[in-house]
């Protein structure tokens, strides 16, 4: 049998590729990072020791500010487009209502899922989007199948996004619309109620779950 050797170190660059750069680029920020958080937990001479109790951060520039709001106009935009078709995606429901709830501030826009057959139940879905964009148009899809899979009838409200509406203003909208939904079923679904959502959906659906076993 031959004796495999390994050629001399000298004669093997190692030169990583690109991905092992970028990683190890993301490797050596995260070292950084955690050297600076154990720094000024040991050091704590920083600003916070002479901040007087009563400041307040600065507002933003003009110009960082005009910045971020077109920024969100654009991310809003793009993502509370479609990916399907959705007189497409609403061909197996019976119905797909534009309606409108008492929210928190005002009257909230939602759509109702209506599936075809025996409608058992109904399911109020929070879209997710960090709470600052995403809404009736992003989530028709996953609206439209999930009313068609489970047989219960789907409400998707449009909830106040920050920053605009800030905290508590989603939860306080997302809480009326699951009043709104329970009295909808009690009187034609069967009185079965259900919350679900995804990202920051999930986390308002989790909130009124937590309120409803408390209550």
């Known amino acids: 049998m031959p004796d495999f050797t390994l050629p001399p170190s000298a004669s ?50 003009p110009e960082h500010s005009s910045a971020h709001q077109h920024f969100l106009h654009v991310l809003r935009r793009a993502m509370d487009t479609p990916s399907f078709p959705q007189r497409l995606s609403a061909l197996p429901l019976r119905r797909v209502m534009s309606v409108k709830l008492p929210g928190a501030t005002g009257l909230l826009s ?17 879209h997710g989007g960090g709470f600052v964009h995403c809404g009736l148009n992003s989530h028709h899809g996953i ?42 079923s009690a009187r034609y679904w069967g009185g079965q109620v259900g919350v679900a959502g995804d990202s920051a959906g999930g986390n308002l659906a989790a909130v009124l779950a937590q309120e409803g076993r408390g209550g």
């Open 143 to 184: 609206c439209c199948r999930l009313a068609r899979e489970s047989g219960a009838a789907v409400l998707l409200p449009d909830y106040a996004l920050a920053p605009e509406h800030p905290f508590p203003a989603a939860v306080e909208d997302a809480r009326a619309a699951l009043c709104w939904l329970a009295r909808a």
């Open 12 to 61: 093997v660059p190692l030169v990583p590729n690109l991905s092992s750069r970028v990683l190890l680029g993301v490797i050596r920020r995260q070292e950084r990072r955690k050297k600076r958080q154990a720094d000024h937990a040991a050091h704590p001479t920083d600003a916070q020791e002479c901040r007087h109790p009563d400041a307040k951060p600065a507002p933003l520039a």
């Open 110 to 126: 939602a759509r109702l899922y209506v599936p075809r057959g025996r409608v058992r139940g109904a399911v109020l879905y929070l």
